[in-house]
């Protein structure tokens, strides 16, 4: 017995503890994915901000009317003229374009450099340096992707500016980000292009000041390519582009190998709807499940530590209470419902009040359970069998009607041997239902159906056609009473509905260890209604496990699945369909 319960708080501590570090680690690793994912949407959010800014100040350029109307001047101007007239207009109007477009950079300079491009080949500067000059930007990589954009924002990936390496001293050399949009006049016809320049390091500061040594912050542009870090050699670049393919939604956590390390990484990547980069956090799963290492070494210690505390316990115990726990539990395990309550109570003799005082208590609620056991199983087998007795007792008064009507009309017209053969079937049929058999062999079920339909046939005559094709092996299986021919007389009824001749099948087999049999009729099939209500009780039924009570009023289909629920279980076959070509089928069978 010490094994015993040493082996069940043994069990009790490891479920307890599995639960904590089931709970811990999953909880470690939702906020360790949290973390990461908010990381990347940070991130992604503050490069968004620094494209605002650029964008803020393009549309400032773009539709502030002094803007459009001194751009415009400055275009028109000089175009034809020498003169010192012309030239000083020109200076004055140069002049008021650079005051107009520092105001809108302002004292704090957002941006770098704000430059305007006029379809003429001319270039006006203002920002980090200021000029006027001749300048081609055809060959500029985004001239065609602006043009195509029809005034929309795009923004290049990181690139020299050359003509600031020409006018700015060298320190101040590096990479920028440009936004460009086409520029339009106040009658809406394109003047000219309108590039916002920002410095790299700036545009990416908060990348390069917020990263830690556990995880590594990539951004790429639409075109899958790497514009952050700057710094990576070109195998470097043709690895951590895989990152790229691996984001396929707007935002989500994959897992990929690194190539480099040969270890698996876990990305969280967020795509930009105002930019169009994705910014991908990576952060290798060893660095990432660091946390939970030390949380599941931590429940590993206190699981053994517990283990040998209840190794102790467990030992002191058995000591103490095994012999009478070990006699009150024969006394459970020995329990049988189909005995006698017992008279006589057996002490335990453990020295624990608690322990007789349950002893006794168990045999006397023993004794009332069996006896409340036996009267319940006794009243529910008397009302069953009674509603089953009921059901198969009755018969369709219609049927008799229309039988007694064909007698008539046969006894007028001197049908002695019809009017024989009629009375002998539904005789032999009256016998048959009102018998107490519950159980009956198949080929009795056939005959009986036999004798229904050639009564029916009577009535119908050469309008109904029938046919019973049985597997011969199945003729001596034993099933409920009344379980086919109540399919057979629902067919006839729903089948003859339309218009002749009217069809009805009964068709048996055996497969995988089953008896199926399935009846079927050419009339216009079940309501669609009506079907779905029948199989949602059927759904409810198998869901719940409840058997509902039988209706006595009629032999409906439902009536019929719950008494093969009760004979066969969970091996029941009960499907009910319109057949495509027109009619219906009835489909039931159980375990051989």
Sequence with gaps: MFITYFLIISTLILLFCASIYIWGNTSLKAQAKSDISGLSSTYSQALSNQVGIMDSVSLNVVYLNLVKQTFSDYITLGKGRTDVHSA??????????????????????????????????????????????????????????????????????????????????????????????????????????????????????????????????????????IIYPDNLSPKEA????????????????????????????????????????????????????????????????????????????????????????????????????????????????????????????????????????EEAMLSHQSEMQSRILALQSKMNPHFLFNTLSIINAMAEEEMCKQIKSICMNVSDMLRYISSDTSLITLDNEIQYIDQYIACIKYFYGDKLSYSIVVDRAMYTLKIPKLLVQP???????????????????????????????????????????????LNQKIREIDKTGLLPSLEIEGMGLLNTYIRLKMQYGNETIFHIENVKTGGSKVSIGGNI
């Design 238 to 373: 043709g690895i951590y582009s895989k990152y790229y393919a691996a984001t396929t939604s707007q935002k989500g956590i994959v897992t990929i190998t690194n190539s480099l390390t040969k270890q698996s990484d876990l990305l969280s990547y967020v795509k930009s709807d105002d930019t169009g980069w994705t910014t991908v956090v990576a952060i290798s799963e060893q660095a990432f499940l660091q946390p939970i290492y030390f949380f599941s070494l931590a429940i590993l210690l206190s699981t053994i530590a517990l283990l040998a505390l209840a190794f102790f316990l467990s030992f002191l115990t058995a000591k103490k209470i095994t012999a009478p726990i070990s006699k009150l539990r024969r006394t459970v395990k020995n329990i049988d419902y189909n005995a006698e309550p017992s008279d006589s109570i057996g002490e335990l003799n453990s020295g624990f009040i608690e322990l007789e005082e349950l002893n006794h208590a168990f045999i006397r609620m023993d004794a009332r359970v069996k006896k409340s056991v």
């Design 487 to 533: 399919l057979v007389e629902n067919a006839v009824k729903h089948g003859t509905k339309n218009t002749p001749p009217w069809t009805v099948a009964v068709k048996g087999f055996i497969k995988d260890g089953l008896w199926q049999i399935d009846v079927l009729d050419n009339g216009s099939g079940f309501d669609l209604k009506k079907l779905y209500d």
């Design 88 to 225: 000083a207009e020109k200076l004055y109007n140069t002049k008021q374009l650079t005051d107009v477009l520092m105001g809108i950079l302002g004292p704090n300079m957002p941006v770098k450099q704000i430059n305007l491009y006029d379809f003429n080949g001319h270039m006006f500067a203002t920002g980090t340096y200021n000029t006027d000059i001749q300048y081609s930007f055809h060959n500029r990589f985004w001239y065609r992707e602006v043009l195509s954009n029809a005034g929309k924002k795009y923004i290049t990936s990181p690139h020299e500016d050359m003509q600031v390496s020409k006018l700015i001293d060298a320190n101040l050399h590096g990479k920028y980000i440009s936004l460009c949009r086409e520029y339009y006049d106040k009658n809406y016809n394109p003047q000219g292009i309108v590039e916002i320049e920002q410095d790299y390091n700036t545009l990416f500061s908060i990348l390069k000041n917020s990263g830690t040594k556990r995880e590594q912050v990539y951004v790429f542009n639409t075109s899958g390519d």
